[in-house]
């Protein structure tokens, strides 16, 4: 299978040479729009392009609000400071996500606490989230919740859109009102992705999606919170530009803030991958199908969406037997210039993250000794015969 799978995508992307497992897709106006902005001048944090791109993710996002910032990090930084993560705080997740996430809840002075995903759609767990709220946590008469082992405040659930792929969105947006516990979406991978037709990152409170280089669009390096709420939009958008207040010319900062805001200059490229958004999805979702196809004639699971939901299908996973098939399946196609990946080390099993409270992980650890990325860049000319 393993010959036969380099063999399949060197045909997919018409080389012999290197595949990437997710280059960029520039099939529009990106170098017109980025001459402009040189010519300009306008290159950095002012300029047109960022209000015009901010525009455009509202309107195909159907967020009231979005406020670009220079990386996905920084977004859910700020959309965890602006839901009210406190130092001191815990702040829940799931073990099988990308470092940033714990990252930016560190930021905050919060604590993540880690739990499992469901095995279908590699999401934070409704069903293990409500099981650790009954078991460990309670609601004083401040009407916070608090964990009863730590004694500390549970301000917010963080759930990721792994891979482009919607968590349980709805059941978790439940519990957390249930528990008056800030529902804060990480959609960086989920640009795309819907729940019985509503956007991901619409559901929370406020939620950060990323335009990193290998995301489903790019701005080189970017990202955006998403909210309808006007007064944390009002406070985002502050706290970006590092708490300046309005004036001509004068310098007047009202509090500790951050140089978060998206360059002109990216977010131009960001425009220009926008117009072009639709095509993309397409294609990526015509890759998903020759996948889905093709292992399933082999016996070889390949991730797809529930039931309801609607993928971006960012990165491509398959499911393989163990880790030792997984590990040489990766040696393969590898040496072979295929560029294919495991997921994340879990959070859990990271030394920076000892300190974490952790669940069982049997699903996290099942995931991560099996999980292969395969070839996933909508720059394919391949066609389904």
């Known amino acids: 299978m393993f010959k036969e799978f380099i063999e399949f995508v060197s045909e997919i992307y018409s080389s012999k040479d290197s595949i990437s497992l997710h280059e960029p897709y520039f099939a529009g106006k990106e170098k017109k729009y980025l001459a402009d902005v040189i010519d300009s001048t306008f290159v950095s944090s002012v300029g047109r392009y960022v209000d015009l791109f901010e525009e455009k993710l509202s309107e195909f996002t159907g967020s009231k609000y979005a406020i670009a910032t220079v990386n996905g990090t920084s977004a859910l930084h700020i959309a965890l400071k602006v839901a009210g993560v406190k130092p001191g705080d815990e702040v829940i997740t799931q073990s099988l996500t990308f470092v940033a996430t714990c990252n930016a809840i560190r930021y905050c002075g919060a604590t993540p606490v880690l739990l499992d995903v469901d095995k279908d759609n590699l999401c934070l767990s409704s069903i293990k989230l409500d099981e650790f709220l009954k078991k460990y946590t309670q609601i004083r008469d401040d009407g916070f919740c608090w964990n009863k082992l730590t004694g500390k405040r549970i301000s917010a659930v963080v759930p990721m859109h792994t891979y482009g792929h919607p968590c349980d969105i709805m059941q978790i947006e439940k519990i957390c009102h249930e528990n008056r516990i800030t529902l804060v979406e990480d959609a960086a991978e989920s640009l795309g992705s819907f729940v019985d037709g509503v956007h991901t990152g619409n559901f929370g409170k406020v939620s950060a999606i990323s335009f990193n280089g290998n995301k489903i669009i790019t701005t080189g390096g970017g990202g955006v919170i998403l909210t309808a709420d006007p007064e944390i939009a009002k406070q985002a958008r502050h706290l970006t530009t590092t708490a300046k207040r309005a004036h001509k010319w004068e310098f007047s900062h009202d509090e500790v803030a951050y140089n978060y805001r998206m360059p002109n200059i990216n977010a131009a490229v960001g425009l220009a991958q926008m117009e072009n958004i639709e095509n993309i999805l397409s294609k990526k979702r015509k890759l998903a199908e020759i996948y889905n196809e093709w292992f399933s004639r082999r016996g070889i699971k390949f991730l797809i969406e529930r039931k309801n939901?609607?993928?971006?299908?960012?990165?491509?996973?398959?499911?393989?037997?163990?880790?030792?098939?997984?590990?040489?399946?990766?040696?393969?196609?590898?040496?072979?210039?295929?560029?294919?990946?495991?997921?994340?080390?879990?959070?859990?099993?990271?030394?920076?993250?000892?300190?974490?409270?952790?669940?069982?992980?049997?699903?996290?650890?099942?995931?991560?000794?099996?999980?292969?990325?395969?070839?996933?860049?909508?720059?394919?000319?391949?066609?389904?015969?």
């Open 309 to 385: 939901t609607k993928s971006n299908y960012w990165l491509n996973s398959i499911i393989l037997g163990d880790k030792n098939e997984r590990d040489a399946f990766l040696s393969c196609s590898n040496k072979s210039n295929i560029a294919t990946r495991p997921t994340w080390t879990p959070m859990h099993m990271l030394e920076i993250n000892k300190d974490c409270f952790s669940g069982n992980m049997k699903e996290t650890e099942y995931i991560f000794d099996r999980l292969v990325n395969i070839p996933s860049s909508a720059r394919y000319n391949f066609e389904k015969s």
